[in-house]
């Protein structure tokens, strides 16, 4: 199935707004700190699936539109717009212009979408729109209703990175859900602001490799790739998560060393002697923060991964874990935030996401079937993304890499690993 | 004929000043006097007006466009005498209580009269009268008949129960920068985006106006189930809303009256109305269309005719707006300024003609005066609905619609003033246009003081401008209209409903009190200018419902010349 014959199956699409409910006031600022301007060229993109139901097919688009009037009143940076101060530092301001919503329909049934090839599936259920080259007119967040036929409802969620970080998206589309179920307003509100310690206060620091300066045009916040990248998720189980780790617990870092070592043999022009690491800075499930929390640290090797064991690998990972966010703040602060960076794809990147609160979007006690969760905006160099699943015991893998790549890729798994 | 002596003439042939003629004869002079033909002239804004020198408290409105203002009195050399205004409340309170003063004397003299006479000359004269039964009896016959014939003559009371305005949700607002971002993606006409921006700003609406559902849609999806829905939400509620505050039973209402200017399906709305609470398949139903934003005081005015035709009735009137068929998406200038101003609301009246209702209802109608212009080709085509060269439709705003509404107000005025103006103001305006026309022209013309006729004004939210204009015309001061600029903030130009949000305002505020008198003033397309006055019964509790009751505490808010966007 081509990408333009599944663009094609999701038709009549309208736009509307969404706005907060009460009035934020005059002049309120929403400051970006440095990881939110290091991760600006990224977009998260979310879909979730919900089957058909008497529940989800009775909600109307009014229904789903009435939470988000009072879930943006607690919000209100997410109805907010870029703007740059006189220095060239960009801020929110939460001017209530709103977020943006569309809603189509598909003339396939749920479980032919869902059954279909991979890849470019979920491209067309969530708006693909990037920040600029008008900032102060470009929403931060998009959410698509599509409408299966036969029922059901996927839900696409369109997260510019500079908000936040995925555990900060999925807590807020989860109040959403929250809202709409009815349930009480949090009794801790969202911790909005945002600025941590100056760098002004580190002592001098060396470049962060993790992170890479880069230009960009117009405005026009997305990093233009050199060829086209495309996505594919695989689900590890548990049992082919006990083959790999043969007793051993480090289950995100033989993941990673996996991914690394595979990749590393299917490119055999370039040696991948560089990848970055990120985590979560505090306990994802439980974070009520708008913020970029992410440790990044950096992983050099002295020959090719694929000279490396599995093992080997997994423990350089683990041992190399240096926090970088020093020196990330230092670089972004030297420049007063207006040049512009890249954080994933700036190297071979893996993302540790198996904290983040997935699956926990409720719509009147229904849980998603499925969620795909990927990024947009990521470098050449790729990334992998590691997400949690339903079932504890299982992660998905999310890759975000040059399209000729990936076939091979599953290649190699399939016949090394048997991971599919 | 010059404007005085129409004037003159025009007052003498309405039967109740030719009724009190014949007792009153220096008031019919007065009444003639204020053949406010002079107002004509002072009030034309291409002359510079002289307000009277009246303490203004935190004048909202472009005060620097009223340069030099001096203060008028009939004599000008005691300007600015602080005994000045001693002197004129003392005259005020004689002229307008002269009968009773006069009385006085004459009590003081008949008793002295009678004192002196003593009782038994008072007894001789009744009997020399020779008065027997039948005497009496044609006498008393001749009494009961006059009194019968008097009372039968004069017209019903028509009161106001109560009346109820349409709470936009939440889920409706629109903000500045929406509605900009929006522009800006729905015109690709860089000119008309920048020009709507310079509306915006200096609009004098706030951030939480509200459009339909299908405007929030980019672009705009106006279908006719769109505008249906649209009818639905805001008459229905103000009429739950009214039931509920009355108990007003759908059965006992006899007249029905609805005025939505721009839409206008088959079957009409009051059908709707009536099909939706199940009415009396004997209702006596209205729905008038096409008469812009006064028609609210039309549908009062011919509620207030229809209730004297038929005793004991009810009449429900609803006023409103449909915002979903009329978006503009063309690039007329004059046709963008609707979508700028325009926003939803409705209201829901109800009137009685009861003696019963008397007691709980909240106004009487006092007086409903329509102006029309229409007879001037530049009055009718002042707001006129047509199709731009692109073939969208809009309604286009004339430039020379403020001077159009000046016109239509000094008529209005004129005919209002001999009403509701009290002597005072009448012989002191008789006065000066004496003085002018026979000793001295250059004499300053008297401005009547309206403020001494009414303690409240609700005057139609149509735009900022508007009510600058009435404020500078009629001299009146910051919180005298505070209510119009408050409800143009809050809810935007709701058209013909505008003025039940603004009367609303005033009671939220606490400020209504029983026996207090209230102006509304209505301009619209034709061009016409409808006002009327009513009467408040019964002292008004602060509503804890109703479109203002969770903000109300935040007014009245200071509106800059500019919104910085």
Known sequence: MGVEQEK????????????????????????????????????????????????????????????????????????????????????????????????????????????????????????????????????????????????????????????????????????????????????????????????????????????????????????????????????????????????????????????????????????????????????????????????????????????????????????????????????????????????????????????????????????????????????????????????????????????????????????????? | MDAATLGLVAPLLRWPSAFMLCFFPTNAINIAAVSVASIVTSLNPRQRSRPRRTPSLNCTCSSSRQAGRMPTAPLPQFSSSVKLKYVKLGYQ????????????????????????????????????????????????????????????????????????????????????????EHARLIYPNEKSVRFQMRILERSGLGEETCLPPANHYLPPKPTMEASRDEAQLVIFSAIDDLVRKTGLKPKDIDILIVNCSLFSPTPSLSAMIINKYKLRSNIRSFNLSGMGCSAGLISIDLARDLLQAHPSSKALVISTEIITPNFYPGNERAMLLPNCLFRMGAAAILLSNRRRDARRAKYRLVHVLRTHKGAEDRAYRCVYQEEDSEGNSGINLSKDLMSIAGDALKSNITTLGPLVLPMSEQLLFFLTLVVRKVINPKWKPYIPDFKQAFEHFCIHAGGRAVIDELQKNLDLSAEHVEASRMTLHRFGNTSSSSLWYELNYIESKGRMRRGDRLWQIAFGSGFKCNSAVWKCMRTVKTPVDGPWANCIHRYPVHIPEVVKL
């Not at chain 1, 405005?219 to 548990?238: G, I, Y």
């Not at chain 2, 109560?162 to 903000?175: G, S």
Request: aromatic fraction near 10%; charged fraction near 20%.
């Open chain 2, 93 to 180: 309170y004689l002229v307008n209580n002269f009968l009773s003063l006069l009385l006085l004397p004459v009590m003081a003299a008949v008793s002295l009269e009678l004192v002196h006479r003593g009782p038994g000359e008072m007894v001789e004269l009744w009997e020399s009268l020779r008065v027997d039964l039948i005497h009496v009896l044609c006498y008393l016959f001749a009494i009961v008949f006059v009194s019968t014939v008097y009372f039968m003559s004069r017209p019903r009371p028509v009161y106001l129960v109560d009346y109820a305005c349409f709470k936009p949700p939440a889920t409706c607002r629109v903000p500045f920068s929406t509605f900009m």
């Open chain 1, 8 to 420: 094609s199956a999701v038709y009549g699409h309208m736009f509307s707004t969404v706005v907060p409910g009460d009035v934020t006031g005059e002049a309120v600022v929403h400051e970006l700190a440095d990881m939110d301007l290091v991760t600006k060229l990224h977009y998260l993109r979310a879909v979730y699936y919900f089957s058909q139901s008497e529940v989800v097919d009775g909600l109307a688009i009014t229904d789903l539109k009435r939470p988000m009037f009072p879930w943006l009143n607690v919000l209100y940076p997410l109805a907010g717009r870029i703007r740059r101060a006189e220095a060239g530092r960009p801020f929110i301001k939460c001017n209530d212009c709103g977020l943006r919503i569309v809603e189509a329909s598909c003339s396939k049934t749920l479980e032919e979408w869902l059954d279909a090839e991979d890849d470019p599936r979920w491209g067309s259920l969530v708006p693909e729109k990037i920040l600029g080259p008008e900032l102060p007119f470009s929403p931060l967040v998009y959410i698509q209703f599509t409408r299966f036929k036969c029922g059901g409802m996927a839900i696409g969620y369109s997260w510019s990175h500079v908000l936040g970080d995925a555990a900060s998206a999925t807590n807020c589309i989860n109040l959403w859900g929250d809202f709409l179920n009815g349930n009480d307003p949090p009794t801790k509100p969202f911790q909005l602001s945002n600025m941590q310690n100056t760098a002004q206060d580190y002592a001098p620091q060396k470049a962060p490799a993790s992170v890479k300066q880069v230009e960009i045009a117009n405005d026009c916040w997305l990093f233009p790739n050199a060829c086209k990248m495309a996505t594919h998720s695989f689900k590890v189980t548990e049992t082919e998560l006990d083959k790999v780790q043969k007793g051993q617990k480090l289950q995100f870092e033989l993941i990673a060393a996996l991914f690394w070592l595979c990749l590393s043999r299917i490119q055999s022009g370039k040696e991948l002697k560089l990848a970055t690491i990120c985590r979560h800075g505090t306990q994802a499930k439980c974070s009520d923060m708008l913020s970029n929390n992410i440790r990044t640290s950096t992983v050099k090797l002295d020959s090719s991964a694929a000279s490396v064991g599995l093992f080997r690998l997994a423990n350089l990972i683990v041992e190399q874990d240096m926090d970088e966010l020093e020196s990330v703040e230092q670089l972004v602060d030297r420049n007063s935030g207006k040049p512009d960076f890249l954080l994933y794809g700036a190297n071979l990147t893996f993302v540790d996401m198996r904290g983040i609160n997935l699956f926990g979007l409720e719509l009147k006690g229904q849980k998603p079937v499925k969620v795909d969760l990927s990024i947009d905006g990521v470098g050449d160099e790729g990334a992998v993304l590691v997400l949690p699943c339903p079932q504890r015991s299982d992660v998905t893998v999310m890759v975000i890499l040059p399209e000729d790549q990936i076939p091979k890729l599953r290649r190699v798994l399939d016949s090394e690993f048997g991971i599919a």
